[in-house]
């Protein structure tokens, strides 16, 4: 039998904010267009689409965050990763979601080494989700 999770939902930029999602892929087709015209190298672009694609991916592709007991899962597409609320020693929320740090302060290197929660558009998880991470990590900045 499978655990339900106390907290659910998909967060999908590109869906979400249609005019940010319009003026992001008007800039990459100029960038795009600017690297060919300069260089007229198709490996060149090719290169420099995937350079701007993927760290792009999680708003292109639907973010399921499900919040379990003892854990967080993130499923992106068909990548799925699971971390315990252990592994975090800190949290903080921004205006578009929260931060899992895995230091006791926020630090620069919470990008690479934390796990980046974003709201849904509506942000009507928000407080309940706070609240949830105040009890399991406890040291919110």
């Known amino acids: 039998m499978h655990e339900q999770p106390k907290f659910e939902w998909i967060s999908f930029p590109f869906a979400d904010f249609p005019i940010k999602t319009i003026f992001l892929i008007m800039f990459t087709f100029f960038i795009w267009t600017i690297v060919y ?8 672009l090719i290169l420099s689409i995937f350079f701007m694609t993927v760290p792009l991916v999680p708003y292109y592709v639907p ?3 499900r ?5 967080i899962a993130v499923k992106i597409a068909f990548l799925e ?5 252990t592994e975090f020693h800190c949290f903080y929320a921004d205006k578009m979601g929260v ?8 630090r620069r290197l919470d990008r690479f080494r934390g796990q980046s929660v974003r709201f849904s558009k509506n ?5 309940a989700i706070l609240k ?10």
């Open 37 to 44: 015209s300069i260089w007229n190298d198709k490996f060149l």
């Open 63 to 65: 973010t399921r965050y």
């Open 67 to 71: 919040f379990y007991k003892d854990r």
């Open 81 to 85: 990763r699971s971390r315990k609320y």
């Open 99 to 106: 931060m899992l740090s895995t230091f006791r302060s926020p």
């Open 123 to 127: 942000q009507e998880e928000r407080e």
């Open 132 to 141: 949830f991470l105040e009890e399991k990590i406890g040291n919110r900045y």
